[in-house]
């Protein structure tokens, strides 16, 4: 089957990219039965959709390479766009944009923009070849050709979903460089040191988490298999291995409570679980604060700077993205096009481009799709 622009993957970015071009110019190719599953999911099923605090210092990879798409197609941009098809985002946390009621909202606009091109669902790509001035794309069902192909086949999390490495099989096959991928924006298991922390499954708590020169902060939410919530989430973009630091008291002053008679599990700014579950594994007697020796509020002052190595992540099946992939230097950051091979083009997370929580990945899917479909 013959088309002017094939379209591998029907993601946020394979979607965006279809809405924008004209019709019947591409055919898009879902190994799903339907497109935009891993939307339906984002965002607690709501679908964080961007931020109105926008920059090359909430993702991780090169900013100049980054930099280019988000100012093309930027979040005021989007925001206009999605106006424009009766979409009107609310504004919650104070910055992040999620649709109103349901992801659904987001997804229908998606699918009827998209409409224009032709659409192959449960068909999953195989290989990618080029001869001439044609590239080939091999499917379980067929082989179709095109001048041009967009990789826009997402990351390795979500497997459930259908998640695939094969975009990073094709860049590779056409000579890219694909950067080593880990699991992002997901939880962390811990040592046998931290085995008690399983006990507190579901409580909640707001820490500031130092890993190497980045700061992230929010809520820890202790897990069964370890630690999760935003906080720690953001932290998993930068781990890579060793220790990171927690401060579980990111807003307390010692001073403050500079001979308090009142007890230490009262006075901690921490649920009274976590606070006694902390002091029982420091070794340390709930009492008044005041009659804390020397020795033991040096001890309990480690919770300022609670040193810790997880054991490793939840993995690809818990991740809300997959960090690391084609390499950036390699593709053209106007055009989204690769450098080595005319007429393929990679767009949002195949790419070794990985934002923070709060609408970074879904707006890096847009802007890269918008800056491919104006070069296509």
Known sequence: MNHKIIIIGGGASAL?????????????????????????VSGGGK???????????????????IQQPLKQFSEKALL?????????????????????????????IFLKESRKQKLYAEETVLDVTKRGRLFYVKTNKSTHTAKAVVVASGGLSYPKLGASGIGYQIAESFGHTVVKTAPA?????????QFFFKALSGVSTEVRIHVGEHVCEGALLFAHKGISGPAVLDASLYWEKGKM?????????????????KQISSLLPLPKRVSKAFLLEFGLEDKP?????????????TLSRYSLAPAGTFG???????????????????????????????????????GRLGGYNFQWAFSSAYSCAKSL
């Open 80 to 108: 206009q766009w999605l106006e424009r098809q009766d979409l009107h985002p609310v504004l919650r946390k104070e910055r992040q944009y999620f649709c109103k009621d349901s992801a659904k909202e987001i997804l229908e």
């Open 245 to 261: 630091e927690i401060d579980f008291l990111p807003h307390f002053s010692w001073n403050s409570v500079k001979g308090s008679k």
């Open 16 to 40: 965006m990219l279809a809405s924008l071009l004209p019709k019947d110019t591409a055919a898009i190719i879902e190994s799903n039965p339907k497109p935009g599953a891993k939307i339906l």
């Open 47 to 65: 679908c964080n959709i961007t931020n109105t605090h926008m920059g090359t210092e909430y993702f991780l990879g090169d900013a100049g390479f």
């Open 289 to 301: 604060f005041y009659q804390l020796a020397e020795g033991e509020l040096k001890v309990l002052k």
């Open 316 to 354: 690809y099946s818990k991740a809300e993205v997959t960090k690391g992939g084609v390499k950036t230097s390699e593709v053209d950051s106007d055009t989204m096009m690769s450098r080595l091979e005319e007429g393929l083009y990679f767009v949002g997370e195949v790419l070794d481009v990985t």
């Open 185 to 193: 924006l997901v939880g962390f298991t811990v040592q046998k040191e």
